[in-house]
């Protein structure tokens, strides 16, 4: 079975520019989850899609950030313009269901903003 | 709000010890706990999970035990080995469906 796909790996960009990241989720999944990955911190959810649909948002900064799910598959994650404080590590993990069942978790794409 | 506290931050253990991490949750609707392993530069894996109707649960070297009543969680190694050096992260899922993880354990297992 494919895991949940994540490309770049690596981005480097400078402040105020713009920045697009890509997930596609294990065949199947409903659920879809972005997750920011400060450096020596837990994941920390920006955003919850069951199919094409937001289910949480809540701590998504949307003066900046963007996301959207077409068609219930493929995700794009989006940073305009970025700050220093958005380098991190843009985790995608998608579960068949939400709730209690396990999330699967892409290697993740590590933004740099100098 | 939802909160994950998760204790220690930094761990290290010598080859064959056992290792002990605990995480205590607020909200009382979680019902389910899994912990996840990150090795550097990869994604978060789980390796055990346990749901609120059951107290203990093992899978060879690794048990976890769920006390509701305390809100706590724990994540034991047993014989621990090198290749069980990684970051460690415990999560709880309440009745959102949202995920919040711990603040990570940083286990080094010393050969």
């Known amino acids: 079975e494919a895991g949940v796909a994540q490309s770049p790996r690596y981005k480097i960009i400078e402040k105020r520019q713009s920045v697009a990241f890509w997930c596609n989720p294990i065949?199947?999944?409903?659920?879809l989850y972005w997750y920011q990955q400060i450096l020596g911190q837990g994941p920390k959810l920006l955003i919850q899609f069951q199919n094409n649909g937001v289910v949480d948002d809540s701590q998504l900064p949307k003066d900046r950030f963007s996301a959207e799910r077409l068609k219930g598959v493929d995700s794009t994650l989006k940073i305009q313009p970025a700050k220093l404080e958005d380098s991190a590590v843009y985790l995608c993990a998608s579960s068949l269901d939400p709730g209690d069942t396990e999330a699967f978790f892409g290697q993740g794409t590590r933004l740099t903003v100098v | 709000g939802e909160n994950v506290e998760q204790h220690p931050s930094t761990l290290s253990v010598q080859e064959g010890d056992s290792a002990v991490i605990k995480c205590t949750y607020s909200?009382?609707?979680?019902?389910?706990f899994p912990w996840y392993k990150q090795e550097l530069g990869k994604g978060p894996q789980l390796i055990i999970d346990i749901r609120s109707n059951v107290g203990e649960k093992k899978d060879q070297r690794i048990a976890v035990t769920l006390n509701k009543t305390a809100k706590h969680f724990s994540l034991h190694i047993t014989e621990t080995q090198p290749e069980d050096s990684a970051v460690y992260f415990c999560?709880?899922?309440?009745?959102?469906?949202?995920?919040?993880f711990g603040t990570g354990t940083r286990l080094k297992v010393l050969a």
């Open positions: 065949s199947g999944h409903a659920t």
């Open positions: 999560a709880a899922i309440p009745g959102t469906y949202k995920y919040i």
């Open positions: 909200d009382s609707a979680s019902n389910y």
